[in-house]
């Protein structure tokens, strides 16, 4: 399980742990893991802050952004996350002596990611993984893409539809800038 109860930390400022993560595929809710998914954090509480740091290693499974063929991907991601925590004093007037995660403006927490004092790494790896998931996936770097005509993947079959050849120049370079255009 990737949930992690964190209140021994929160009761010990300086405290840190090390969690280790090694976690079947699975998959999320926009990201499909197709390999094992890899990982160690520390978990620091710093008085006024909490902090976690760490990385993941795994593979995604994608889609070319050309040809659309399902391929895997292998992501290194590194974790590296402040939020502030609440005065014990303040979390005192609710009869819970303990200091808390609090939103702050500068490091909003994901949703998801703590109930109470249970931490979800899941939530963490997912943003990671995403970060590293390039926004144009290719199978190859040189991937002929489907031909607008016919649709056919134009890496396995020649089709005769000339009508828009990929090789002139000026349509590499209308993909460019369309793939600068969606960057943005
Ligand atoms: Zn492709
Ligand atoms: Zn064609």
Excluded at 87 to 111: F, K, R, S
Aim: with cysteine; proline share 5%.
């Amino acid at each position: 399980m990737l949930r992690y109860d964190l209140t021994e930390i929160m009761r010990n400022t300086g405290m840190t742990k090390t969690f280790e993560v090694k976690e079947r595929p699975f998959q999320d809710d926009d990201v499909k893991y197709v390999s094992p998914v890899f990982g160690r954090f520390t978990v620091t509480n710093g008085g006024s802050a909490l902090v976690i740091r760490g990385s993941i290693s795994t593979s995604v499974e994608l889609e070319c952004g050309r040809c659309l063929t399902e391929m895997y991907f292998p992501i290194d991601g590194e974790i590296e996350e402040e939020y502030s925590l609440s005065d014990a004093e303040d979390a005192g007037t609710t009869h819970d002596n303990l200091a808390h995660v609090v939103q702050d403006m500068e490091n909003e927490v994901p949703p998801g990611l703590f109930e109470g004092r249970v931490m979800n790494f899941g939530v963490l790896i997912r943003q990671a993984a995403i970060l590293d998931i390039p926004l144009s996936p290719l199978c190859q770097e040189d991937c002929k893409g489907l031909c607008p005509a016919c649709g056919k993947n134009r890496n396995e079959t020649e089709c005769r539809c000339n009508s828009q050849s990929t090789s002139k120049p000026l349509s590499r370079l209308a993909d460019l800038i369309k793939q600068k255009e969606s960057r943005n």
